[in-house]
C-alpha cells in the first residue's frame, strides 16, 4: 500500500517512461481510462486519510457529470507540464482543487 501511495502523491519529473507528452498522443478513450482510474484511485486514497479531501473530489469530479469537462480541464493542464509524469500532474492538479492529501 505504501508503495501504491508514494507512486501516487510523490511528485516527479519523468525521467524514464511515460510523460504527459506521451499520454497526449494517446487515444481519447485511453486518456479517459487513466483519468478515471486515477481520480478513482485518489479518491480512495483521500477516503483514508483526508475525508474531506476525498468529499471534495466527488463533488468536484462525480456530481452532475462533469466527468468530460474535468478530462478537458486536466488535458489542458497536462499540456503545460509535458516533462512530468501523467500521475503527478493528475495529483497536483487535484490538491490544487481540492487541498493537500496530508
Same mark, same amino acid.
Given at each position: 500500500?505504501?508503495?501504491?501511495?508514494? &507512486?501516487?502523491i510523490c511528485p516527479q519529473k519523468s525521467e524514464a517512461g511515460t510523460t504527459? &507528452? $506521451?499520454f497526449l498522443e494517446w487515444e481519447r478513450a485511453a486518456q479517459e481510462s487513466f483519468l478515471q482510474t !486515477?481520480? =478513482?484511485m485518489l479518491t480512495a486514497i483521500a !477516503?483514508?486519510?483526508? !475525508? $474531506?479531501?476525498a468529499s471534495c473530489i =466527488? $463533488?468536484?469530479y462525480y456530481s452532475s457529470d462533469q466527468e468530460e469537462v474535468r478530462h478537458d @480541464?486536466?488535458?489542458e493542464v497536462m499540456? @503545460?507540464? !509535458? @516533462?512530468?509524469?501523467p500521475s503527478t500532474v493528475v495529483l497536483a492538479y487535484v490538491e490544487n482543487i481540492c487541498g493537500r492529501m496530508n
Open positions: 500500500m505504501t508503495m501504491v501511495i508514494c &507512486a501516487t504527459t &507528452a $506521451d !486515477s481520480i =478513482g !477516503s483514508q486519510v483526508n !475525508s $474531506d479531501v =466527488g $463533488d468536484w @480541464e486536466m488535458l499540456s @503545460e507540464y !509535458s @516533462e512530468y509524469h
